[in-house]
């Protein structure tokens, strides 16, 4: 279950829904319904790099967002199988009937973990944080536009919209707030040296950051939502110890000596190891009698997809034949078997290709790219690319300057899959005459090079976000700059009125088939090419663990704050 719900401006993870909770009632929730395991031990999982931030507010990736909601809960939390709403530190909202008021009634149990009440003071500074400018929470101030704010008591207070949109009752909902006292006399917001040392509200606090080793976090003994239903099934560990592990090769190694207790697989890993020379080591199921398990857990929720971000403000990319050339050259059925392993799907969408926010010809397969290298070579010859000196290598004039069609693609240098995926479009570049310069990153590096907008090609996956998607803060023009995650500066204005207008559509079906019109600009457009998407969540686990729920029928990953021994 998540315990706060978090924002990313690379990968989007905002729950967003047409929920609307107009009193204080709630049905039962999935939780609840749980049995109340024994809680203790140690629990031992990897994550990537130290954490940069543990700040919800200024969080821009996945692995720091991950563990800032250790300890930090929104205001609602959110029900991974049935999708409703639940009581998060807010045990109540009502919304007014024009949608414009949002009045929230903080449950007077919460608690900061210093023993200090959870107050509309501090529901208010975070807020007026996270409109200020100056403070890097770009993306989630783009959700926060034309919102403002009213405190009425110490434990109510109310979100104005000036215009509602389909999405705000979940953006409020999923507001998440830092301390008051922790931050009020923090010269610079950005830089406090309080954001790796949270005051937080959630179930665990931290004990220990050894850079570039692990974190460790202790369970709240006093955590103030121990005990309330929804919550007594969750957060079960005494301890989690996060080790720092970069190279997922070494993630691997760990898992099969038990030394961390559960890892998402990378395709190439399940495939030809799990599935392959390792098969003996694992069951079926945490019954098998061996000590590791793994499986696919089927989700409804959406997973994420991989692809390429072609920078628009390079010159060779800011053509469109270019791109259309570059998709064409993409060897879709190659990458899907030999870099992924079957373990993923093509994709047409970044809302999910078998959703129905996907337009009916890509939905089908109909107009999806193939591999074209003829169609590809049509279209850069008549962008006015030719080998004019014979060296294999296309060229053209561009500002006055003799330039070869050379590009150079980023990526995650421990990305297995990304790596053979890049060398299969190599060898198809070469045949049109493009020369694809690789330069494998570390993780940092490649983050940081993505939000300065430093890259010709960009190799990622990108979370599927939401079920029912925001595209503005990715694709909107206004999301280029100040922060914004439109990183490959695209602009289209038939996009932005679809997305201004999506934004503002209450109907379901309606706004289906505006998200459908944005997708086939965007796969026309290709400011991203889309290559493909995960099918399913690939994990192993400890048999020693134990969970009356694997995997949540919305979940994105194994329901972790469900496990105990």
Known sequence: MNLSK??????????????AVSNTSFAKSSYEKMPVPKKGGTFVDAIDITPVTLNPLLTTNMGDQAVSGYFFMSLMGRDGQTYDDLPGLASSVEMSKDKKEYTFTLNK????????????????????????????AAALRSYMTGVTFQKIDSLKFKFMVAVPKYNSLSVLTSFTPVQKKQFEKEADFNK??????????????LKTISRDQFVMLERDPKWW???????????????????????NALKYENLLKGNIDTLEFKADQFATQVEGVDKEKFGKNATSGKMLWADKFPTDGSLPW????????????????VRQALAYLIDYDAVTERAYFKTVYQSVSPFGSHTENVPPELKSGAKKYKLDIKKAVSLLKEDGWEDSNKDGLLDKVI???????????????????????????????????????????????????????????IYMGWGGGSIYPDPKQNWHTDSIANGGSNTVSYSNPKVDKMINEANLEFDKKKRAKLLQGINRELYNDLPYIFLVERGYILQGLNSKLKSPVWNQRYGITVAKDLFHF
Do not use: C
Not at 225 to 247: C, E
């Open 6 to 19: 978090i924002t990313t401006s690379v990968l989007f993870i905002l729950t967003l829904s047409f929920a």
């Open 109 to 136: 149990l919460a608690k900061w973990s210093d023993g200090t009440s959870v107050t509309s003071d501090d529901i208010e500074f975070t807020f007026n944080k996270m409109m200020d400018t100056k403070v890097e």
């Open 192 to 205: 406090s040296r309080e954001n790796l040392h949270p005051i937080g509200n959630g179930a665990y606090v």
């Open 225 to 247: 939502a121990k005990d309330l239903p929804d919550y007594r099934s969750s957060a079960n560990f005494d301890v989690i110890q996060l080790k720092i592990i970069g190279d």
């Open 306 to 321: 991989y692809g390429l971000g072609l920078n628009q403000k390079n010159p060779i990319l800011s053509s469109l034949k």
């Open 399 to 457: 500002n006055g300057k003799s330039t070869p069609l050379r590009l150079e693609v980023k990526l995650y240098s421990s990305n297995a899959s990304g790596m053979k995926s890049v060398q299969i479009f190599k060898e198809t570049f070469k045949k049109a005459g493009i020369e694809l310069l690789i330069r494998p990153m570390d993780g940092s590096a490649l983050y940081k090079d993505f939000d300065d907008k430093n890259f010709d090609v």
